[in-house]
Protein backbone atom coordinates (compact mmCIF):
# COMPACT_ATOMS: atom_id res chain seq x y z
CA UNK A 1 0.00 0.00 0.00
CA UNK A 2 1.16 3.46 -1.08
CA UNK A 3 0.16 6.56 1.19
CA UNK A 4 1.50 9.82 2.29
CA UNK A 5 1.89 9.94 6.19
CA UNK A 6 0.77 14.00 5.15
CA UNK A 7 0.08 15.71 2.13
CA UNK A 8 2.62 18.41 3.15
CA UNK A 9 5.27 16.47 4.38
CA UNK A 10 8.32 18.34 3.77
CA UNK A 11 10.62 15.53 2.24
CA UNK A 12 10.36 15.11 -1.80
CA UNK A 13 11.61 16.19 -4.49
CA UNK A 14 9.74 19.31 -4.90
CA UNK A 15 11.46 20.32 -1.92
CA UNK A 16 14.78 19.23 -1.90
CA UNK A 17 17.10 21.96 -2.86
CA UNK A 18 20.28 21.18 -5.35
CA UNK A 19 22.73 22.80 -7.59
CA UNK A 20 21.08 25.92 -9.59
CA UNK A 21 18.13 25.70 -7.65
CA UNK A 22 17.06 29.38 -8.02
CA UNK A 23 16.61 28.39 -11.70
CA UNK A 24 16.62 24.58 -11.68
CA UNK A 25 13.46 23.14 -9.61
CA UNK A 26 14.09 19.77 -10.65
CA UNK A 27 16.35 16.95 -12.39
CA UNK A 28 14.84 13.69 -13.90
CA UNK A 29 15.96 10.46 -15.10
CA UNK A 30 13.50 7.69 -16.93
CA UNK A 31 14.46 4.20 -17.81
CA UNK A 32 12.14 2.47 -20.04
CA UNK A 33 12.85 -1.52 -19.73
CA UNK A 34 10.35 -4.68 -21.07
CA UNK A 35 11.27 -8.16 -20.25
CA UNK A 36 12.46 -10.81 -22.86
CA UNK A 37 10.16 -13.51 -24.74
CA UNK A 38 6.98 -11.36 -23.30
CA UNK A 39 4.13 -9.14 -25.27
CA UNK A 40 4.32 -5.63 -24.70
CA UNK A 41 1.76 -4.24 -22.39
CA UNK A 42 -1.06 -2.63 -24.86
CA UNK A 43 -1.40 -6.64 -25.86
CA UNK A 44 -0.73 -8.38 -23.31
CA UNK A 45 -3.25 -10.97 -22.41
CA UNK A 46 -5.01 -10.55 -19.06
CA UNK A 47 -2.90 -13.83 -17.51
CA UNK A 48 0.64 -12.77 -18.74
CA UNK A 49 0.24 -9.37 -17.87
CA UNK A 50 -0.36 -10.64 -14.20
CA UNK A 51 2.62 -13.47 -15.24
CA UNK A 52 4.89 -9.92 -15.79
CA UNK A 53 3.64 -7.71 -13.11
CA UNK A 54 4.46 -10.45 -10.45
CA UNK A 55 7.96 -10.89 -11.90
CA UNK A 56 8.63 -7.30 -11.95
CA UNK A 57 7.15 -7.07 -8.23
CA UNK A 58 9.01 -9.61 -6.79
CA UNK A 59 12.39 -7.60 -8.20
CA UNK A 60 11.56 -4.63 -6.88
CA UNK A 61 10.72 -6.52 -3.26
CA UNK A 62 14.12 -7.97 -3.44
CA UNK A 63 15.36 -3.86 -3.61
CA UNK A 64 13.16 -3.23 -0.57
CA UNK A 65 11.06 -0.91 -2.43
CA UNK A 66 7.28 -1.29 -2.13
CA UNK A 67 4.70 -1.73 -4.59
CA UNK A 68 1.17 -1.63 -4.67
CA UNK A 69 -1.63 -2.17 -7.53
CA UNK A 70 -3.49 0.95 -8.37
CA UNK A 71 -6.95 -0.18 -7.34
CA UNK A 72 -5.73 -0.60 -3.62
CA UNK A 73 -4.42 3.31 -3.45
CA UNK A 74 -7.39 5.61 -2.56
CA UNK A 75 -8.38 7.46 -5.73
CA UNK A 76 -7.37 10.72 -3.84
CA UNK A 77 -3.74 9.59 -3.32
CA UNK A 78 -3.15 8.50 -7.00
CA UNK A 79 -4.32 12.07 -8.19
CA UNK A 80 -2.04 13.54 -5.41
CA UNK A 81 0.62 11.25 -6.91
CA UNK A 82 -0.20 12.30 -10.41
CA UNK A 83 0.65 16.26 -9.20
CA UNK A 84 3.79 14.84 -7.48
CA UNK A 85 5.01 13.49 -11.43
CA UNK A 86 4.89 9.70 -10.27
CA UNK A 87 2.60 8.06 -12.44
CA UNK A 88 0.68 9.50 -15.56
CA UNK A 89 -2.83 10.80 -15.69
CA UNK A 90 -4.06 7.31 -17.84
CA UNK A 91 -2.24 4.98 -15.07
CA UNK A 92 -4.50 6.73 -12.03
CA UNK A 93 -7.45 4.90 -14.01
CA UNK A 94 -5.56 1.26 -14.48
CA UNK A 95 -6.80 -0.51 -11.21
CA UNK A 96 -5.21 -3.91 -12.16
CA UNK A 97 -2.04 -2.32 -12.54
CA UNK A 98 1.11 -1.61 -10.23
CA UNK A 99 3.48 1.14 -8.95
CA UNK A 100 6.08 1.80 -6.91
CA UNK A 101 6.94 4.72 -4.51
CA UNK A 102 10.54 5.05 -2.95
CA UNK A 103 11.39 6.53 0.20
CA UNK A 104 10.74 10.05 0.51
CA UNK A 105 9.52 10.49 -3.42
CA UNK A 106 12.71 10.32 -5.30
CA UNK A 107 12.39 7.05 -6.97
CA UNK A 108 9.33 5.75 -8.41
CA UNK A 109 7.94 3.34 -11.17
CA UNK A 110 5.06 1.97 -13.16
CA UNK A 111 4.83 -1.58 -14.25
CA UNK A 112 2.94 -2.58 -17.06
CA UNK A 113 2.24 1.34 -18.63
CA UNK A 114 3.45 1.53 -22.16
CA UNK A 115 6.58 -0.57 -21.17
CA UNK A 116 6.63 -3.30 -18.21
CA UNK A 117 9.11 -0.98 -16.38
CA UNK A 118 9.18 2.99 -16.22
CA UNK A 119 11.31 3.73 -13.61
CA UNK A 120 11.97 7.17 -12.83
CA UNK A 121 14.65 9.14 -10.52
CA UNK A 122 13.47 12.85 -9.42
CA UNK A 123 16.20 14.89 -7.72
CA UNK A 124 15.67 18.91 -6.59
CA UNK A 125 18.29 21.08 -8.59
CA UNK A 126 20.37 20.83 -11.16
CA UNK A 127 21.68 17.09 -10.48
CA UNK A 128 21.03 15.01 -13.82
CA UNK A 129 24.43 13.39 -12.96
CA UNK A 130 22.87 12.13 -10.05
CA UNK A 131 19.77 10.83 -11.33
CA UNK A 132 21.34 8.62 -13.83
CA UNK A 133 23.35 7.67 -11.33
CA UNK A 134 20.92 6.49 -8.89
CA UNK A 135 18.77 5.04 -11.88
CA UNK A 136 21.69 2.70 -13.03
CA UNK A 137 21.92 1.41 -9.49
CA UNK A 138 18.64 0.32 -9.33
CA UNK A 139 18.23 -0.40 -13.56
CA UNK A 140 21.45 -3.06 -12.84
CA UNK A 141 19.87 -4.73 -9.65
CA UNK A 142 17.43 -4.93 -11.38
CA UNK A 143 18.61 -6.95 -14.02
CA UNK A 144 19.98 -9.47 -11.76
CA UNK A 145 16.68 -10.46 -11.39
CA UNK A 146 14.75 -9.78 -14.67
CA UNK A 147 15.96 -10.47 -18.16
CA UNK A 148 15.47 -6.82 -20.57
CA UNK A 149 14.54 -7.38 -23.17
CA UNK A 150 17.51 -5.74 -25.75
CA UNK A 151 19.73 -6.26 -29.27
CA UNK A 152 22.52 -5.19 -30.67
CA UNK A 153 21.18 -3.21 -33.31
CA UNK A 154 18.30 -1.61 -30.87
CA UNK A 155 19.52 -1.77 -27.65
CA UNK A 156 16.75 -1.55 -25.24
CA UNK A 157 13.41 -2.64 -26.63
CA UNK A 158 10.29 -0.14 -26.20
CA UNK A 159 7.06 -0.61 -27.21
CA UNK A 160 7.27 3.17 -28.47
CA UNK A 161 10.51 3.02 -31.15
CA UNK A 162 11.49 6.81 -29.98
CA UNK A 163 12.31 4.78 -26.55
CA UNK A 164 14.50 2.12 -27.92
CA UNK A 165 18.45 1.91 -27.17
CA UNK A 166 19.54 3.54 -24.02
CA UNK A 167 15.84 3.64 -23.00
CA UNK A 168 16.54 6.83 -20.93
CA UNK A 169 14.71 10.10 -20.92
CA UNK A 170 16.32 12.68 -19.01
CA UNK A 171 14.70 16.04 -18.17
CA UNK A 172 15.00 19.53 -16.57
CA UNK A 173 12.13 21.26 -15.14
CA UNK A 174 13.55 25.35 -15.06
CA UNK A 175 11.45 28.35 -13.76
CA UNK A 176 12.48 31.24 -15.95
CA UNK A 177 10.47 34.38 -15.55
CA UNK A 178 12.86 36.86 -16.97
CA UNK A 179 13.31 35.01 -20.13
CA UNK A 180 9.50 35.26 -20.41
CA UNK A 181 9.02 38.87 -18.90
CA UNK A 182 11.75 40.16 -21.56
CA UNK A 183 10.74 38.00 -24.42
CA UNK A 184 13.69 36.13 -25.26
CA UNK A 185 11.57 32.89 -24.50
CA UNK A 186 10.47 31.53 -27.98
CA UNK A 187 14.14 32.48 -29.05
CA UNK A 188 15.50 30.60 -26.35
CA UNK A 189 13.03 27.36 -26.77
CA UNK A 190 13.04 27.15 -30.89
CA UNK A 191 16.88 26.96 -30.16
CA UNK A 192 16.77 24.13 -28.04
CA UNK A 193 14.16 22.33 -29.96
CA UNK A 194 16.49 22.66 -32.98
CA UNK A 195 19.11 20.92 -31.20
CA UNK A 196 17.21 17.94 -30.66
CA UNK A 197 15.47 18.53 -27.29
CA UNK A 198 11.63 18.34 -26.29
CA UNK A 199 9.78 21.27 -24.60
CA UNK A 200 6.88 21.80 -22.97
CA UNK A 201 4.98 23.48 -20.46
CA UNK A 202 5.28 22.07 -16.75
CA UNK A 203 1.77 23.97 -15.56
CA UNK A 204 0.40 24.14 -19.27
CA UNK A 205 -2.88 25.96 -20.67
CA UNK A 206 -3.90 27.05 -23.80
CA UNK A 207 -1.73 30.06 -23.72
CA UNK A 208 2.01 28.33 -22.93
CA UNK A 209 3.19 27.45 -19.51
CA UNK A 210 1.35 28.89 -16.49
CA UNK A 211 4.15 30.36 -13.28
CA UNK A 212 6.75 30.64 -16.59
CA UNK A 213 7.52 26.94 -16.04
CA UNK A 214 9.37 24.27 -18.58
CA UNK A 215 10.79 21.28 -18.88
CA UNK A 216 13.29 20.15 -21.72
CA UNK A 217 14.23 16.79 -22.31
CA UNK A 218 15.77 14.47 -25.00
CA UNK A 219 13.67 13.77 -28.23
CA UNK A 220 14.49 10.15 -28.36
CA UNK A 221 16.78 7.27 -26.83
CA UNK A 222 18.85 6.33 -29.46
CA UNK A 223 21.77 7.05 -31.63
CA UNK A 224 24.09 8.13 -28.62
CA UNK A 225 25.25 6.57 -24.93
CA UNK A 226 23.08 7.71 -21.98
CA UNK A 227 26.07 9.80 -20.82
CA UNK A 228 26.10 11.48 -23.66
CA UNK A 229 22.29 12.56 -23.44
CA UNK A 230 22.99 13.91 -20.03
CA UNK A 231 25.94 15.97 -21.01
CA UNK A 232 23.44 17.53 -23.99
CA UNK A 233 21.00 18.45 -21.69
CA UNK A 234 23.39 19.48 -18.76
CA UNK A 235 25.25 21.80 -21.34
CA UNK A 236 21.61 23.09 -22.64
CA UNK A 237 20.46 23.68 -19.18
CA UNK A 238 23.38 25.35 -18.44
CA UNK A 239 22.88 28.04 -20.74
CA UNK A 240 20.08 28.96 -20.09
CA UNK A 241 20.51 29.08 -16.58
CA UNK A 242 22.83 31.52 -17.46
CA UNK A 243 20.57 33.61 -19.98
CA UNK A 244 18.13 33.96 -17.22
CA UNK A 245 20.21 34.91 -14.70
CA UNK A 246 21.71 37.87 -16.87
CA UNK A 247 17.78 38.79 -18.03
CA UNK A 248 17.21 38.86 -14.33
CA UNK A 249 19.99 40.94 -13.78
CA UNK A 250 19.23 43.21 -16.86
CA UNK A 251 15.47 43.99 -15.41
CA UNK A 252 16.12 44.78 -12.09
CA UNK A 253 19.08 47.05 -13.12
CA UNK A 254 16.15 48.59 -15.86
CA UNK A 255 12.86 48.25 -13.51
CA UNK A 256 13.67 47.90 -10.23
CA UNK A 257 10.25 49.44 -8.92
CA UNK A 258 8.47 47.30 -11.28
CA UNK A 259 10.54 43.98 -10.52
CA UNK A 260 9.89 44.91 -6.88
CA UNK A 261 5.86 45.81 -7.34
CA UNK A 262 5.45 42.35 -9.36
CA UNK A 263 6.84 40.26 -6.57
CA UNK A 264 5.76 42.41 -3.54
CA UNK A 265 2.11 42.49 -4.98
CA UNK A 266 2.10 38.66 -5.34
CA UNK A 267 3.19 37.79 -1.68
CA UNK A 268 0.82 40.36 -0.25
CA UNK A 269 -2.27 38.64 -2.26
CA UNK A 270 -0.90 35.02 -1.71
CA UNK A 271 -0.83 36.54 2.35
CA UNK A 272 -4.11 38.41 2.52
CA UNK A 273 -6.63 37.14 0.50
CA UNK A 274 -9.29 34.66 0.91
CA UNK A 275 -9.73 32.51 -2.27
CA UNK A 276 -7.15 31.47 -4.57
CA UNK A 277 -7.64 29.58 -7.83
CA UNK A 278 -5.09 27.30 -9.40
CA UNK A 279 -4.22 28.99 -11.44
CA UNK A 280 -3.78 32.10 -9.41
CA UNK A 281 -1.40 30.55 -7.05
CA UNK A 282 0.89 28.96 -9.69
CA UNK A 283 1.42 32.47 -11.45
CA UNK A 284 1.59 34.42 -7.63
CA UNK A 285 4.13 31.87 -6.29
CA UNK A 286 6.11 32.14 -9.50
CA UNK A 287 6.97 35.60 -8.74
CA UNK A 288 7.56 35.22 -5.12
CA UNK A 289 10.17 32.20 -5.95
CA UNK A 290 11.68 34.76 -8.02
CA UNK A 291 11.57 37.63 -5.48
CA UNK A 292 13.24 35.08 -3.02
CA UNK A 293 15.98 34.49 -5.57
CA UNK A 294 16.75 37.80 -6.31
CA UNK A 295 16.52 38.67 -2.65
CA UNK A 296 13.53 40.84 -2.40
CA UNK A 297 11.51 38.21 -0.59
CA UNK A 298 13.17 36.68 2.52
CA UNK A 299 11.72 33.23 2.40
CA UNK A 300 12.90 29.34 1.99
CA UNK A 301 12.86 28.88 -1.65
CA UNK A 302 12.41 25.26 -0.88
CA UNK A 303 8.64 26.18 0.79
CA UNK A 304 7.64 28.66 -1.94
CA UNK A 305 8.01 25.62 -4.58
CA UNK A 306 6.87 23.09 -2.58
CA UNK A 307 3.79 25.07 -2.48
CA UNK A 308 3.35 24.91 -5.85
CA UNK A 309 2.44 21.54 -5.41
CA UNK A 310 1.08 21.27 -2.27
CA UNK A 311 -1.63 23.96 -3.65
CA UNK A 312 -2.70 21.19 -6.37
CA UNK A 313 -6.52 20.18 -5.95
CA UNK A 314 -5.88 16.79 -4.95
CA UNK A 315 -3.89 17.67 -2.08
CA UNK A 316 -6.32 20.54 -1.11
CA UNK A 317 -8.89 17.94 -0.91
CA UNK A 318 -6.49 15.78 1.27
CA UNK A 319 -6.44 18.89 3.91
CA UNK A 320 -9.89 19.61 3.90
CA UNK A 321 -10.51 15.63 4.31
CA UNK A 322 -13.04 16.08 0.82
CA UNK A 323 -12.54 12.96 -1.81
CA UNK A 324 -14.77 13.66 -4.23
CA UNK A 325 -13.43 14.46 -7.82
CA UNK A 326 -16.50 16.75 -8.29
CA UNK A 327 -15.44 18.60 -4.43
CA UNK A 328 -16.86 22.30 -4.08
CA UNK A 329 -14.88 24.46 -5.97
CA UNK A 330 -15.09 27.78 -3.63
CA UNK A 331 -14.45 25.50 -0.49
CA UNK A 332 -11.07 24.51 -2.35
CA UNK A 333 -10.35 27.71 -3.06
CA UNK A 334 -10.37 29.30 0.55
CA UNK A 335 -8.92 26.17 1.83
CA UNK A 336 -5.84 26.83 -0.34
CA UNK A 337 -5.61 30.34 0.39
CA UNK A 338 -5.80 29.37 4.14
CA UNK A 339 -2.86 26.99 3.08
CA UNK A 340 -0.46 29.33 1.28
CA UNK A 341 -1.22 32.26 3.81
CA UNK A 342 -0.63 30.28 7.24
CA UNK A 343 2.65 28.66 5.37
CA UNK A 344 4.07 32.08 3.95
CA UNK A 345 3.10 33.92 6.96
CA UNK A 346 4.75 31.53 10.22
CA UNK A 347 8.06 30.94 10.20
CA UNK A 348 8.48 27.48 11.23
CA UNK A 349 5.32 25.59 10.14
CA UNK A 350 3.81 22.31 11.23
CA UNK A 351 2.61 20.59 7.84
CA UNK A 352 0.33 18.58 10.02
CA UNK A 353 -1.70 21.91 11.46
CA UNK A 354 -2.50 23.34 8.21
CA UNK A 355 -5.81 21.49 8.12
CA UNK A 356 -8.81 23.97 7.18
Not at 59 to 83: D, K, N, Y
Not at 273 to 298: F, H, N
Request: some cysteine; glycine content about 6%.
Amino acid sequence: MISFSSAGATTGWFQESGPDYDVVLSSRVRLSRNLAGRSFPHVLQSDEEEEVQSEVIAAFASLGLATARIGEIPQLERRMMLERHFISRDFTLQTEKACMLGPEGRVSAMVNEIDHVRLSVLRGGRDLEGCRVDADSIDSQLESDLDFAASLEWGYLSARVLNCGTGMRCSVMLHLPALVETGLIEKALKAIVQVGMNVKGFFADDEGSLGQMYQISNQFTFGFTETDFIEKLDAITHQLIHYERKARGDLLESSPVDVEDRVLRALGLLRYCKKLSVREVIEYLSSVRLGVALGIVQAPLERVTALLFLSQKAHVQYFVQDEEESADADILDHARARIVRDSLIRDDVNWEDLHV
